[in-house]
């Protein structure tokens, strides 16, 4: 579905301008899992992005993009103040090396930009690896768009993604 707006020119003609609708809200939507937007604007840190979403830290889900080989990728979803231990999520796929994709090749392999990835509506299902910490939880998540999050209960997210659930993740390390 699509919204329509109009624009106002330099010159106070106006244009009709479509816009698309975001695809992880009609992901979500499809899911039948209720959400909540929370449009913030930009933020530099973990931190910010808590208190503009009005959130504690661990609230604040980081979905990072791993590649397993050429063409394969999965999503690891991590609790703010946690990072992705390699050694445990290595044992748990069962293979001996992973990476990051670079910024490109993760737009390429979800369709969002960093910092707006989610694991709804990316234009490949990966499968999705979810830190065991997230369960209980209302969380935030990226929305596909800078800015832009939704909150919603963790154990119902994790069951539409169909995620693996284990210990992935370590605290992060202090400065």
Same mark, same amino acid.
Request: glycine residues 8%; charged residues 25%.
């Given at each position: 579905?699509? #919204?329509?707006?109009?624009?106002?020119?330099?010159?106070? $003609?106006?244009?009709?301008? #479509?816009?698309?609708?975001? =695809?992880?809200?009609?992901?979500?939507?499809?899911?039948?899992?209720?959400?909540?937007?929370?449009?913030?604007? =930009? &933020?530099? $840190?973990? /931190?910010?992005?808590?208190?503009?979403?009005?959130?504690?830290? =661990?609230?604040?889900?980081?979905?990072?993009?791993?590649?397993?080989?050429?063409?394969?990728?999965?999503?690891?979803?991590?609790?703010?103040?946690?990072?992705? $231990?390699?050694?445990?999520?290595?044992?748990?796929?069962?293979?001996?090396?992973?990476?990051?994709?670079?910024?490109?090749?993760?737009?390429?392999? +979800?369709?969002? /930009?960093?910092? +707006?990835?989610?694991?709804?509506?990316?234009? +490949?299902?990966?499968?999705?690896?979810?830190?065991?910490?997230?369960?209980?939880?209302?969380? +935030?998540?990226?929305?596909?768009?800078?800015?832009?999050?939704?909150?919603?209960?963790?154990?119902?997210?994790? $069951?539409?993604?169909?995620?693996?659930?284990?210990? &992935?993740?370590?605290?992060? =390390?202090?400065?």
């Amino acid at each position: 579905m699509s #919204t329509v707006a109009f624009r106002r020119l330099a010159d106070d $003609s106006r244009v009709t301008v #479509t816009a698309m609708a975001n =695809p992880a809200l009609t992901a979500l939507d499809a899911a039948g899992l209720p959400y909540r937007v929370i449009r913030h604007g =930009p &933020v530099a $840190s973990l /931190a910010e992005a808590a208190a503009a979403r009005g959130v504690e830290v =661990p609230d604040v889900v980081k979905t990072i993009v791993v590649r397993r080989g050429e063409g394969d990728h999965l999503f690891v979803l991590t609790p703010g103040g946690r990072v992705v $231990s390699w050694p445990k999520l290595r044992a748990l796929l069962g293979v001996s090396r992973l990476s990051l994709p670079d910024a490109e090749a993760a737009k390429e392999a +979800t369709g969002y /930009a960093r910092g +707006t990835i989610t694991p709804f509506g990316s234009t +490949t299902a990966w499968p999705v690896v979810a830190d065991e910490r997230l369960r209980g939880r209302e969380i +935030t998540l990226g929305a596909g768009e800078h800015g832009t999050a939704v909150a919603l209960d963790a154990d119902a997210a994790l $069951s539409a993604l169909d995620a693996t659930v284990a210990d &992935v993740t370590d605290p992060e =390390p202090t400065r």
